[in-house]
């Protein structure tokens, strides 16, 4: 795949909410000028196959040539944990863009699914919950903590301005612990310094401290009226973060359903790189 084809993954379950997905897709698509949308779903067995694709493919076809894009139908045997993340790398994907249902359901792909399939990909992923509300990103919010990972966030943040020139909210978390407070401050510099660099329009704000940053930060996204939340995924998140509940999974399937843009934290920055 050329690398400025900006090629977008959606999950696709043939539920509502991957419809969502699409509809975020064709606005993502439409500002950076991809070229194609790959649907991909994921079977169990080999004799699901035939009438998934051609399930799939009569979704491809209704939506083929919308905003002038190509729509390709993916079905793979695997496991939604990680072979999406693999379908991701394999097309040269920009990003991955999917619906989730939120922290309750079954089998459906909840909160800490979701999470758990995000950080085995090296694409971001931009998760959603409703339909796309028909305007461009405008406001996001950007936590900045004491984590030296932060500064990968900033790849991000340059994307995003480069195709929706949004304002960033940047909000820090309110502590007393002398050591935090310096790295949230060796962070919140960096961060300026670069958009600075960039001409990226920001502000910065202080969380209350009243309850866990995380909660903060999906509160003051809908003080704000925010169109999405960028997140950084836990470095080396294990099982036990699964069970107890990863704190990324609250923002992820927040309940007043803004978007999260989520990004894992990397060793090499071959893929974000391209964001510069």
Do not use: C
Not at 10 to 35: C, M, N, R
């Amino acid at each position: 795949m050329k690398k400025n084809e900006h090629i977008i993954v959606i999950p696709w379950d043939f539920t509502p909410v991957a419809g969502y997905a699409l509809q975020h897709g064709f606005k993502f698509a439409e500002k950076a000028k991809s070229k194609e949308i790959v649907l991909v779903h994921i079977i169990k067995t080999e004799k699901d196959y035939d009438s998934a694709f051609e399930k799939l493919q009569q979704v491809a076809s209704d939506n083929q040539g919308k905003n002038g894009l190509t729509i390709r139908a993916l079905v793979r045997k695997g496991s939604i944990f990680t072979t999406i993340g693999e379908v991701a790398s394999e097309v040269s994907a920009e990003l991955v863009i999917m619906g989730t249902h939120g922290l309750k359901g079954m089998q459906k792909l909840t909160g800490s699914w979701a999470l758990k399939v995000i950080v085995s990909s090296k694409i971001p992923f931009v998760v959603v919950q409703e339909p796309h509300n028909d305007t461009d990103l405008r406001d996001i919010v950007f936590p900045v903590d004491f984590k030296k990972e932060n500064k990968e966030m900033l790849n991000l943040v340059n994307y995003l301005h480069k195709y929706f020139k949004p304002k960033f909210h940047i909000i820090k978390p309110n502590t007393t612990d002398v050591i935090f407070i310096k790295r949230i401050k060796a962070n919140i510099a960096f961060s300026r310094k670069y958009m600075d660099s960039k001409g990226i329009d920001y502000e910065i704000n202080t969380a209350e401290g009243k309850r866990n940053f995380p909660l903060e930060i999906i509160e003051f996204g809908k003080n704000i009226n925010a169109d999405l939340i960028l997140i950084l995924s836990t470095k080396n998140i294990g099982l036990t973060d699964y069970v107890l509940g990863a704190q990324e999974q609250y923002i992820i399937a927040n309940s007043s359903k803004i978007p999260a843009m989520v990004v894992n934290p990397r060793d090499d920055l071959t893929v974000m790189e391209r964001f510069k």
